[in-house]
């Protein structure tokens, strides 16, 4: 499905929020206030896919950090981005059940990494599931094993892409 991916606008924070609590379970989602502050902090970092019928259909964002990992601190705390920092993170990929299975994450998860490239970072980083590792190593990603990370009580593991 063709899409338009843009940057997020401020006022998007709501219906991100509405997305992301659809896509992962109540103990993993950022809420409203969550997003709405990474928004603030790093709006350079946020894409939205805009289908033909004018919604959102899904997001992507992440800080920016100096370290090779993603640390749970860095969902909590927005003052930890660097805006200058080696790193781009990838925090949540979120796409709405009826657009899914029609390119519309890998169209996103290619605009942050060309957006990455492009500001000269070294890689980008994300943790995800075991049943997402396959996913992202189509991109180019690496597993690391089991990531340090306990957010929202699962089970994650590091991947990093550099360029």
């Keep these: 499905m063709r899409v338009k991916i843009r940057h997020a606008r401020q006022n998007e924070g709501k219906v ?5 609590a659809t896509c992962f379970p109540v103990t993993e989602a950022a809420s409203e206030k969550e997003i709405e ?14 289908a033909q019928d004018g919604q959102i259909a899904g997001f992507i964002n992440g800080c920016t950090t100096d370290k090779p990992v993603l ?13 200058d920092g080696d790193y781009q993170t990838l925090f949540g990929l979120n796409v709405l059940p009826q657009y899914r299975r029609q390119g519309i994450a890998e169209q996103l998860v290619k605009t942050m990494i060309e957006a990455a490239r492009e500001k000269g970072k070294k890689g980008m980083i994300l943790t995800c599931k075991e049943h997402m590792i396959h996913y992202y190593e189509k991109f180019g ?6 990531a340090d990370s306990t957010h929202g009580g699962a089970t994650w593991y590091d991947m990093q892409l550099h360029f």
């Design 16 to 20: 991100m929020a509405e997305i992301e």
């Design 71 to 83: 640390g749970d601190e860095l969902y909590h705390d927005v003052s930890l981005h660097k805006p």
């Design 37 to 50: 502050a990474r928004l603030a902090a790093f709006p350079e970092n946020f894409y939205v896919a805009v």
């Design 141 to 146: 990603f690496v597993n690391h094993g089991v």
